[in-house]
């Protein structure tokens, strides 16, 4: 099976090892808007072509599916032609930093045959399944995660999101895996602490579900530079408890020297983001579905959508009806002071 990679940044990368472990993957084509990126990795990967326009990467007969981890702008779209042209979709989260994109995006992929996968590896973490086998019906759930300080980072700007771009996908979504219930209720705070801009760098979400239970998922931009951000998941039935806790990698590559358990901690997330690949590489062939689909994604971007809107107005917000009006959406467009509006976060 041929694979194309569009955006060989950190996340890019990481796939590259991840394919090359699979006998029958192969990348045959990248695409970078840096075209020196695309042809270093078409050089170690042996492809066939690389370019800086995606289309190029959609026409190629010999693609099977394609890989997308690049930036936000024109996702939507890209999806759109990769599924016109029978192509698997496998994305790095969040799929699209609005809902209503988001929901477009699912839109294309119910029309169609192919697959459309998430990247939500957290799921295939040890300590996460024995979590999810030990307490099938949890009544509370807690994931804590920090990053450091995203300012030198392009994930950390505002037009990607910021830190609910960059943790927020995968906290509320670990969230809801280990729930297993329909988020109902959303309620939010946040402020600024270590940007002086438009998005919030410290968010503590809350979350009622269908089943009655509750989740909390509390998420920072700051701490020390380090080469890995620790997270940690909490569960309870009111009888018993589990927890688990791992690194995320961040992908500018090891700055300083890490102790063995937070070495032992990327290997796992490697391992498990492994997992997520081999499993929509099975899908394609055929062989088992996706660990996280489209839907889980939506369900991802929806909620964060949520958490802004209950942060602007002070207020609990009903998933089901949030709609995010003009006077208290965030700014996504511009980081800049001169854009800088007032979302009730503390300055």
């Not at 979709?89 to 998430?118: I, K, N």
């Not at 995660?145 to 996908?169: F, I, K, N, R, Y």
């Not at 997330?269 to 062989?287: H, K, L, T």
């Not at 369900?299 to 809107?309: G, I, N």
Request: contains cysteine.
């Amino acid at each position: 099976m041929q694979f194309a990679i569009v955006g060989y940044g950190s996340s890019g990368h990481a796939l590259r090892s991840q394919i090359e472990s699979l006998p029958s993957a192969s990348v045959t084509c990248i695409v970078d808007a840096d075209l020196r990126l695309a042809d270093t990795g078409t050089g170690r990967l042996n492809a066939a072509a690389w370019s800086d326009k995606a289309s190029a990467a959609l026409r190629r007969a010999s693609v099977d599916a394609v890989f997308i981890t690049g930036p936000h702008a024109g996702r939507v779209q890209l999806v759109q032609g990769a599924l016109e042209r029978g192509l698997h979709v496998f994305l790095e989260p969040p799929v699209t930093l609005r809902h209503p994109d988001a929901q477009q995006m699912l839109g294309y992929g119910r029309a169609v045959s192919t697959a459309v996968a998430v990247n939500f590896w957290m799921r295939a973490v040890p300590g996460v399944r024995r979590m999810r086998r030990r307490i099938p019906r949890p009544t509370f759930v807690q994931i804590e995660t920090v990053v450091h300080p995203l300012s030198d980072s392009w994930s950390g700007t505002a037009e990607q999101g910021g830190v609910m771009g960059v943790l927020g996908s995968h906290a509320l979504d670990l969230a809801a895996y280990l729930m297993q219930s329909t988020p109902r209720y959303v309620q939010a705070m946040g402020g600024r602490h270590t940007r002086r801009a438009a998005l919030a760098d410290t968010v503590a979400v809350g979350i009622r579900y269908a089943n009655g239970g509750l989740a909390r998922v509390i998420m920072g931009e700051f701490g020390r530079r380090r080469p890995c951000a620790p997270w940690r998941a909490y569960a309870t039935d009111g009888t018993e408890t589990a927890t688990a806790q791992g690194s995320l990698p961040l992908g500018e590559g090891p700055t300083r020297r890490v102790s063995k358990v937070e070495l032992a901690r990327l290997q796992g997330a490697e391992a498990a983001q492994f997992e997520v690949v081999r499993a929509f590489v099975d899908s394609v062939a055929g062989r088992g579905a996706p660990l996280a689909l489209a839907e889980d994604g939506v369900r991802a971007v929806h909620l964060a959508d949520t958490a802004y809107e209950a942060m602007g107005s002070r207020r609990r917000v009903s998933i089901a009806t949030a709609s995010l009006p003009d006077t208290i959406r965030p700014v996504y467009g511009d980081d800049s002071a001169a854009n800088r509006r007032n979302h009730s976060f503390r300055s």
